[in-house]
Nanobody
């Protein structure tokens, strides 16, 4: 079982930046994949970014070049640097994790942190 706690959400103006953090509780194993999904009101949850402990990252086109995901030195942490934010980035952002080597699908979820981009 992995528990995830996010932080760093808030209100920012269009063009601004935010950095989200997520820390996972682990017992005796590293977390293979950590990443972020987001869900805007009335929309499906969508992948924002993922990073594996082996250095693989993935982004959808909607955030590529603006968002950067990174894993901390401790493999149970993940960060999402969001630059050039747009109003359409407004959503609840959820951290997720999967501790099975080679699997990138969500297995554990955090409770989410609200990101609002508005002038």
């Amino acid at each position: 079982q992995v528990q995830l706690v996010e932080s760093g959400g808030g209100l920012v103006q269009p063009g601004g930046s935010l950095r989200l953090s997520c820390v996972g509780s682990v017992s005796s194993f590293d977390i293979y994949t950590m990443g972020w999904y987001r869900q805007a009101p009335g929309k499906q949850r969508e992948l924002v970014a993922l990073a594996t402990s082996t250095g693989v990252t993935n982004y959808p086109d909607s955030v590529k070049g603006r968002f950067t995901i990174s894993r901390g030195n401790a493999k149970n942490t993940v960060y999402l640097q969001m630059n050039s934010l747009k109003t359409e980035d407004t959503a609840v952002y959820y951290c997720y994790a999967n501790n099975y080597f080679g699997s990138t699908n969500p297995l554990y979820w955090g409770r989410g942190t609200q990101v609002t981009v508005s002038s």
